[in-house]
T-cell receptor, first 112, second 112 residues
Framework: DAGVIQSPRHEVTEMGQEVTLRCKPISGHNSLFWYRQTMMRGLELLIYFNNNVPIDDSGMPEDRFSAKMPNASFSTLKIQPSEPRDSAVYFC??????????FGQGTRLTVV | GENVEQHPSTLSVQEGDSAVIKCTYSDSASNYFPWYKQELGKRPQLIIDIRSNVGEKKDQRIAVTLNKTAKHFSLHITETQPEDSAVYFCAADSGGYQKVTFGTGTKLQVIP
């Protein structure tokens, strides 16, 4: 398995634009997590899904952020409209039950 | 919710010496405690984990200890090597589906 795959690896966008980050979890994993990493706030859990259902989105910072998981092999994190303070590395991770969480390579988002 | 505190934030050791990183957690219901290593520009990767039914676990030069009564756990790296230089994150599982809360990270530098 290729592991958790995220795209794009890097994204530079202008303030106000919509940004969509994509994630393909490891096949067979039933939990998916979206994290944001910044120097100031460290690793923050934004939302996690179990069996494609959002379980806890209390970490989503604002209504500008939304996440979907239409099927077991795909998830998106959308920011609309984007702001400079959204600049961060966004990681997707997946796990099987209570097992190890495997992280993707991350998407480095820069909003100018 | 869960709150995880991690100390120190930075740690420098001479090659061959030991390094210890300590974490405390707040939710007495937490029962899974993974440790992740993140090299510069890369994704976090699990290096060792411990569940609440054991007090200590070892894997070659790495060991973790857990004190559930005091709600703290530690990472011990012996015979440190330059390739151990990275940021280490502790985490605690604050609910089902492996919803982990991360500590703020410790930047370990091993000086050759």
């Amino acid at each position: 398995d290729a592991g958790v795959i995220q795209s794009p690896r890097h994204e530079v966008t202008e303030m106000g634009q919509e940004v969509t980050l994509r994630c393909k979890p490891i096949s067979g994993h039933n939990s998916l997590f979206w994290y944001r990493q910044t120097m100031m706030r460290g690793l923050e859990l934004l939302i996690y899904f179990n069996n494609n259902v959002p379980i806890d989105d209390s970490g989503m910072p604002e209504d500008r952020f939304s996440a979907k998981m239409p099927n077991a092999s795909f998830s998106t994190l959308k920011i609309q409209p984007s702001e400079p303070r959204d600049s961060a590395v966004y990681f997707c991770a997946s796990s099987l039950g209570a097992g190890e969480a495997f992280f993707g390579q991350g998407t480095r988002l820069t909003v100018v | 919710g869960e709150n995880v505190e991690q100390h120190p934030s930075t740690l420098s050791v001479q090659e061959g010496d030991s390094a210890v990183i300590k974490c405390t957690y707040s939710d007495s219901a937490s029962n899974y405690f993974p440790w992740y290593k993140q090299e510069l520009g890369k994704r976090p990767q699990l290096i060792i984990d411990i569940r609440s039914n054991v007090g200590e676990k070892k894997d070659q030069r790495i060991a973790v200890t857990l004190n559930k009564t005091a709600k703290h756990f530690s990472l011990h790296i012996t015979e440190t090597q330059p390739e151990d230089s990275a940021v280490y994150f502790c985490a605690a599982d604050s609910g089902g589906y492996q919803k982990v809360t991360f500590g703020t990270g410790t930047k370990l530098q091993v000086i050759p």
